[in-house]
């Protein structure tokens, strides 16, 4: 169901966004290039400081975790501005039960699952996250034959960003925000945080899962 990759060296520059250089990284070369993964240190720490990235971060670059990682990475000279990744998911993926299940509810055949979507600042509301992720959905599909691309996230506006990119939402997870109201009322609160610039910056507990159906969208 989820597709497989061989854990080789990978640096190629792929393209641009809005100017800035765009490369394809394996993790290979991010353990094997010590001034690239500093920068990555750096930057989780910043962002997603003690989350569950920045922990599977140090454990890959150890080599104590391997998800044969793709990372699409936008550079502006030599430093490293904006980045997504693709893993090849494994059991060792924290949320591999969750992910396997939205799979099968979506009918997946190919899947890989998206993780840590970034920009730092000063480069951030440029429009950099969505052409990132659109540019990886589509070479995904084309140089992987992904179908589809699953991913689970917290943070509100990224969620209105992937679903603003053609992203469905997992309605189990919505319908589960929380115990003391029904699905239904759920789904209102939830249309709230969607539309609401002053929610932008929510998080939710156990996070939302999606997919995009590669071939609907681009194919």
Request: overall charge negative; aromatic content about 14%.
């Amino acid at each position: 169901m989820f597709l497989q990759a061989t854990p080789e060296e990978i640096y190629e520059d792929i393209g641009e966004i809005e100017g800035y250089q765009l490369k394809l990284i394996s993790l290979k070369h991010f353990q094997n290039n010590e001034a690239l993964a500093d920068q990555y240190r750096e930057i989780y720490s910043s962002i997603y400081y003690n989350t569950h990235w920045h922990i599977n971060l140090e454990a890959e670059l150890a080599g104590e975790r391997n998800a044969h990682a793709l990372s699409f990475v936008l550079f502006d000279k030599d430093k490293v501005i904006a980045g997504l990744g693709m893993n090849f998911i494994n059991d060792n993926d924290m949320y591999y039960e969750r992910m396997i299940e939205l799979a099968q509810h979506c009918g997946a055949q190919n899947t890989v699952r998206a993780h840590s979507v970034f920009t730092t600042a000063p480069y951030r509301n440029k429009g950099l996250n969505s052409g990132l992720t659109e540019f990886s959905n589509r070479y995904m599909l084309e140089h992987y034959k992904a179908d589809h691309i699953v991913g689970l996230s917290a943070h509100c506006n990224a969620l209105r960003l992937y679903k603003n990119l053609g992203a469905q939402l997992f309605h189990g997870d919505i319908e589960n925000l929380s115990r003391y109201i029904s699905p239904k009322d759920s789904h209102i609160f939830f249309d709230k945080f969607m539309t609401d610039p002053e929610l932008k910056g929510w998080k939710f507990d156990n996070g939302i899962r999606f997919w995009y159906d590669l071939n609907k969208l681009y194919g």
